[in-house]
């Protein structure tokens, strides 16, 4: 996987660090829709994804409402991330309101082994915007 894991590695570093009781790093891969479920009843969600557009390893970090917003703002799956969260919002009847996109944005969505070094800078930069966030909510 090349840039485009730039998400699954965001949370495979979270996994290493102790992170709250009331936190679960959840790892929808390429079945986002299959995720949605396990949103209901939470209070915030954070969704890390690898977005085409954009300045390449930039970090980017909207609400759901920001999002709209940017056109190149897609995830690389099937769908945009706007396209997910609504689906959850019609589906279920207590989706989180509070949901925070931390997105790294990419060129690169051919395939590869291991991230650009502009996409690693900006998973170490997302890391640390992911940890931000929570420290606010506990």
Known sequence: MGDDGAGIEVINRLGQIKLPENVELLNAG???FGILGKLE????????????GGETGKVYTLSFE????F???Y?????TIEHLIKTGQEIYSEFPEDIQ???IGISDIEGGIGLSREVE???DIA????LKEVRECV
């Open 30 to 32: 390429l079945d986002s």
């Open 101 to 103: 996109i931390v997105g």
């Open 75 to 79: 995830s690389l799956h099937d769908f």
């Open 127 to 130: 890391v640390d915007v992911v």
């Open 71 to 73: 056109e190149f703002m």
């Open 41 to 52: 009843g939470r209070k915030k969600v954070i969704i890390v994804d690898a977005l085409r």
């Open 66 to 69: 920001e999002i709209e917003k």
């Open 121 to 123: 800078k900006g998973v």
